[in-house]
């Protein structure tokens, strides 16, 4: 079922009016610069916590951007992709799917039904949004400049978590459930399940014709991280590691971002091209979403949490920066660099 028309002439006249210039085309990779001597923005999308509401908000270098106030209900950023000079960021303000371009709210749903906007990407002048539209179940869509298409029915609860788009192709990760969990990819709306009964996708990257999806699958005695390239499946075998929360290839590195759990705290990994490095400190819980890489540098965004207080956070390197400082909770769910 597409939008009413109301949203689509919305999306498309706020889109026209934020902008006077066309943003440059973003092709295979998010990490495309023309020189690797060029100045890193990092930019981080999530909330901060004002003591009532969840403000959606977004951080370049460090410096906050809030989103939302909080007037209508809570708010969360959960995606965040830049193109030129224009920030796009997805997510939800109580229960509408919204996009945000350069702080501008964009509406996609008008509240009736639950909705929400799980992840964000431009190519050239068009914005693609995955995320989900609640019926009798709540099912996996995609909107394109403003317009749904359901990639599932409301037959089956499904969620479409990533979208990558590499020239004419639009590829979608999500998950759906028949009884068991089943990670799939829908390649131009035609859904393609990955191998594992019981397994679940989150995120996605195309370079070139290889197809990376990262999430993860129960071997027989528990779930463990995954990664798929091009349909073959490689576990992760590490103790305590649950799953492969995001992938991202720079060049000729391919970056897994792992969950792991030391048997006191929930802690992470990065895994570069098989090599395995640890995320956070073993006494505190590290809880992490996204990862993107430029240059060798990695950079991933999450939460630290102290016991008490949940930061808005980002590591490079492996190195801490907190985005919050700790007076309200506060969430960091995706990176972009540029």
Known sequence: MKLKPSYTLQFLALLSTISACSPSIITDSQSSQSST???????????????????????????????????????????????GSDVYVGGN?????????????????????????????????????????CQANCAAAIWVNGVR???????????????????????????????????????????????????????????GSDVYVGGLTNNGTRYVPALWVNGSRTEFSGSGENNNQSVFVDGSD???????????????????????TTLG????????????????DAYVAGIRYNGVMEFAAVWKNGVLT???????NARAYSVFVK
């Open 93 to 133: 303000v109580g229960a509408k799917a919204v996009i945000w371009k350069n702080g501008v709210e964009i509406q996609l749903t008008d509240g009736t039904r639950q909705s929400e906007v799980h992840s964000i990407y431009v190519n050239g002048n068009d914005v693609y949004a995955a995320g989900y539209y």
């Open 254 to 276: 391919v970056y897994s971002l792992v969950t792991v759990w030391n048997g006191t705290h929930d802690t992470a990994a990065i895994y570069k091209n098989g090599t395995r």
């Open 37 to 83: 001597t060029a100045p890193t923005d990092v930019y981080v999308s999530g909330y901060v916590n004002n003591g009532t509401y969840n403000i959606a908000s977004y951080w370049k270098n460090g410096v906050k951007t809030e989103l939302s106030d909080g007037n209508n209900g809570s708010a969360t950023a959960n995606s965040i992709f830049v193109q």
């Open 281 to 296: 400190v073993p006494t505190e819980d590290t809880y992490v979403y996204s990862i993107a890489a430029k240059s060798g």
């Open 322 to 328: 907190n985005l919050s400082d700790g007076t309200t």
């Open 149 to 207: 298409t359901q990639l599932m029915d409301f037959t089956l609860t499904s969620r479409a978590l990533s979208v990558f788009v590499s020239g004419s192709d639009v590829y979608v990760a999500g998950v759906y459930d028949n009884g068991a969990m089943r990670g799939t990819v829908w390649k131009n709306g035609v859904k393609t399940d990955v191998n594992g009964t019981d397994s679940n996708v989150s995120s996605i990257f195309v370079r």
